[in-house]
């Protein structure tokens, strides 16, 4: 089992800047990758981005490219969503997710991990 809880959440500005972390715990060997998603009122949740967690390798969703960063700290177990720039359609509760399989692609759907976190919610006021 791996446990994930999410912190970081808050009220910014449009145009601002909020950091999430995502700390893991747990069977973390068995982490072969993570990813944060979000999920606004109403709507389902989606893919925002991903990292390997060997070699780092990341993935991004385009509405989130060039403002967002995913980056990890193995030592820490802790990956972490640098989010600039920030739009109220930015705005959403933002989970973080483990996977334990292996696999190629950026595991852009729900269904590619095993574990989540509680959520942590970002608002982005205009």
């Known amino acids: 089992q791996v446990q994930l809880v999410e912190s970081g959440g808050g009220l910014v500005q449009a145009g601002g800047s909020v950091r999430l972390s995502c700390a893991a715990s747990?069977?973390?060997?068995?982490?072969?990758?993570m990813g944060w998603f979000r999920q606004a009122p109403g709507k389902e949740r989606v893919f925002v981005t991903s990292?390997?967690?060997?070699?780092?390798?990341?993935y991004y969703a385009d509405s989130v490219k060039g403002r967002f960063t995913i980056s990890r700290d193995s030592a820490k177990s802790t990956v972490y969503l640098q989010m600039n720039s920030l739009k109220p359609e930015d705005t959403a509760v933002y989970y973080c997710a483990a996977r334990v399989w292996g696999g190629t692609g950026g595991f852009t759907r729900v269904a590619d991990y095993n574990y989540w976190g509680q959520g942590t919610q970002v608002t982005v006021s205009s």
């Open positions: 990292i390997r967690w060997s070699g780092g390798s990341t």
């Open positions: 747990g069977r973390t060997f068995s982490i072969y990758a």
